[in-house]
């Protein structure tokens, strides 16, 4: 077992039983913490716990669904009668629905705000009372890029992420006259998870992750080190800053580009049937932390590519932009 800052400390982790969260819980299990685990799926999470277990922590399992409040009020009551208190809680669970948006049913895209958005608000809602009641405490939120980078045929999608760094920076505010008690936002670039496999798809086309493509354990040791040293922002892989300075100087450049590369690989994927994946109900496939869509290879790998597709943007967009005149 490592020895470390974390040594003890009660970490409950939501959506836990799949991709980052699963990934989360086999980084910090080796610190010899007390994991609270927290997802739909009772079966994925049981394994996780016993795998958890072989690695130096102990596990309680919690199922609850993040969309209704009062579940997550039962988590956090029940991960602090556990250990006594909570000394980091992450809200990590998450869905993807993918489709054009007058397509896609509106009850998907509100199910997709229901568990992003108001997920996050709902765990932070159950468990800042107790970090109050101790004068400390980490909330760890898993955000991804999409927060900053608008995802055409993923309105709802957007639309919760954007809304959740709103929410996340308000709460920050809120509590300036709490110094023990950090918020600590991550913003993964595009993750090699069951998420896409688990996507509610209105495409009517096969879903894969746009490259480059970063393993879920890069996520997972960044919130372990945030949990050890908190800061309020931690962009996780290079192309999630390189994106979100794509767009932050040429946005309407950069969304034209994003579409016109997915409907590209709409025109090119293998037709399927539409289907909600695990919106309104748990899955019994695609429990690991991997997805299996290739080697996404090691930090900066990726770097080089990514800066010359940038720099060939920002000089697309200065010739667009000089035409103009």
Not at 59 to 83: E, F, M, S, Y
Not at 131 to 146: A, D, H, P, T
Not at 190 to 219: C, I, M, S, W
Not at 265 to 274: G, H, R, V
């Amino acid at each position: 077992m490592k020895k470390s800052l974390l040594t003890g400390k009660t970490i409950v982790i939501t959506g836990a039983s799949s991709g980052a969260g699963r990934a989360a819980a086999l980084e910090f299990a080796p610190y010899g913490v007390g994991l609270v685990l927290a997802a739909r799926n009772e079966v994925a999470l049981d394994e996780l716990a016993a795998e958890c277990g072989v690695l130096g922590s102990d596990a309680l399992v919690v199922v609850t669904d993040v969309t209704d409040p009062k579940a997550l009020i039962n988590l956090a009551n029940a991960a602090k009668d556990w250990q006594g208190q909570i000394d980091v809680w992450i809200n990590n669970a998450g869905v993807l629905a993918a489709g054009d948006f007058d397509k896609t049913p509106m009850e998907v895209h509100a199910q997709v705000i229901e568990t992003n958005l108001l997920g996050y608000m709902n765990g932070t809602h159950a468990v800042m009372p107790i970090f109050k009641e101790q004068q400390k405490g980490i909330l760890i939120n898993n955000i991804s890029i999409g927060g900053f980078l608008p995802v055409p045929y993923g309105a709802g999608y957007t639309a919760s992420k954007f809304g959740l760094r709103g929410f996340s920076e308000a709460i920050k505010a809120e509590l300036n006259a709490w110094p023990d008690i950090y918020v600590c936002d991550l913003f993964p670039a595009f993750l090699d998870t069951p998420g896409v496999l688990h996507a509610a798809n209105y495409t009517e086309r096969t879903l894969k992750p746009a490259p480059p493509v970063y393993d879920p354990k890069r996520v997972a040791q960044a919130m372990v080190k945030v949990a050890m040293h908190p800061k309020a922002n931690t962009y996780v892989g290079s192309a999630s800053l390189l994106l979100k300075l794509s767009h932050a100087i040429f946005p309407e450049l950069t969304t034209k580009i994003t579409g016109a590369v997915m409907r590209r690989y709409f025109n090119a994927a293998e037709p399927m049937a539409s289907t909600n994946g695990n919106l309104f109900n748990t899955v019994n496939y695609g429990m690991s932390a991997n997805g299996g869509f290739g080697s996404p290879g090691k930090p900066k790998a990726h770097r080089k590519y990514i800066i010359a597709g940038l720099l060939a943007g920002i000089a697309t967009g200065l010739y667009l932009f000089n035409s103009k005149k």
